[in-house]
């Protein structure tokens, strides 16, 4: 475990454990005397709690070894990928492969896909859900981003570089996000 996920559920233990002594489930002598008044406790106990889980989230976000690299997962028809992941982080990276289309599904977890150096050559379709996870979407830079989203609390971020060419292909990106988002970047 790393110094800082030790340092954040440090600071979350404590701030539920300072809360429990304010509702009086536990009676800690010297816990109960720090109180300066209702609102600047509990802002404090808030503000603590939120920088301990934000260390912890930042830790394993980056860790490069949190992703787990697997083999493309090719579809029933031989060409569309299709990726599940519940509960975990995983990347799939095309290092030369034909794109023919994807079907990304994060539940509770994360997916990478770096598409940079794979092979479009027309326009494709990645499909994505999500559901209290993320997908990030790395695409090649000579290709067009289109997205169609629909979003409940997440959403999707298109920061990728428009190109004029009108011959080059487009990626149209169509994502469902429920307490989820979608990145994707060059």
Wanted: hydrophobic share 40%.
């Amino acid at each position: 475990m790393k110094p800082r996920t030790i340092i954040g559920l440090v600071l979350v233990v404590g701030g539920l454990v300072k809360l429990a002594t304010i509702w009086g489930l536990i009676h800690w002598e010297w816990f109960e005397t720090m109180s300066e008044g209702p609102w600047c406790m509990y802002f404090s106990i808030f503000v603590i709690m939120w920088v301990g889980a934000h260390l912890i989230v930042d830790s394993y976000r980056r860790d490069p070894d949190q992703w787990l690299q697997r083999p493309l997962p090719i579809g029933e028809d031989g060409k569309r990928i299709c990726c599940c992941v519940h509960y975990g982080g995983d990347e799939y990276i095309f290092r030369g492969e034909p794109f023919h289309g994807a079907r990304l599904d994060a539940f509770c977890g994360g997916l990478r896909m770096d598409l940079r150096e794979a092979v479009i050559t027309e326009d494709e379709e990645i499909d994505i859900h999500t559901f209290c996870g993320g997908v990030e979407l790395f695409v090649p830079a000579h290709v067009n981003v289109l997205v169609k989203s629909r979003s409940f609390i997440g959403g999707v971020g298109n920061s990728t570089v428009h190109v004029p060419d009108k011959d080059a292909p487009c990626l149209h990106i169509v994502a469902s996000n429920f307490f989820g988002g979608v990145d994707v970047k060059n």
